[in-house]
């Protein structure tokens, strides 16, 4: 393998880890917010009770 051959590999692999940590931050946020949209309206609906 030469050193063109390394660096396509490593730029290949770099995409790819960077679109699998960008699919992972848009999961947790469409959990996050659904979650502290919940507990805030839990948190209001105690507070005005």
Do not use: Y
Not at 19 to 28: L, P, T, V
């Amino acid at each position: 393998m030469n050193d063109h051959d390394l660096l396509v590999r490593i730029d290949e692999r770099t995409k790819t880890m960077s679109k699998q940590f960008s699919n992972h931050i848009k999961h947790h946020w469409m959990v996050t917010i659904p979650v502290l949209a919940i507990a805030l309206g839990l948190l209001v609906a105690l507070l005005t009770k």
